[in-house]
């Protein structure tokens, strides 16, 4: 794999454009609580494709990628309702690429599982 195993991508559909210096943090849920394993903002397309280094080994399990949004809509001089959106998915295959793109705009958002 040529890049991070799990990569996301913000869109900000209010304005229909990527959302470009978003902060990203991605974390390990285990027993003992959320543990960082990497952290990162998003591009000029929007996306962080470098939070971890490719070939990463990670193991099977649940996994949060937070999105600190409050930071981006204040630059732009916009009210947010949501100042961080937090996705937990379920690690399944370390053989397969994840990647989790947000669209949000001020009062919502929305995810999926991307290619």
Same mark, same amino acid.
């Given at each position: 794999m ?13 304005? $229909?454009?990527?959302?470009? $210096? ?32 490719? $070939? ?31 996705i ?6 370390p053989s ?20």
């Open positions: 040529a890049k991070s195993p799990i990569t996301c991508h913000v869109l900000d559909a209010s304005i $229909g454009r990527p959302a470009q $210096g978003v902060a990203v943090r991605l974390s390990s849920m285990s027993e003992g609580g959320p543990e960082d394993l990497a952290s990162g903002v998003t591009d000029a397309d929007g996306r962080c494709s470098t939070l971890l280094t490719a $070939g990463t080994p990670l193991a099977p399990g649940l996994y949060r990628m937070t999105f600190l949004t409050q930071d981006y809509f204040i630059a732009r001089g916009v009210e947010t309702f949501y100042p961080v959106v937090e937990t998915f379920n690690y399944v295959d397969q690429h994840y990647h989790v793109p947000l669209l949000m705009s001020p009062y919502s958002y929305t995810t999926y599982r991307g290619s």
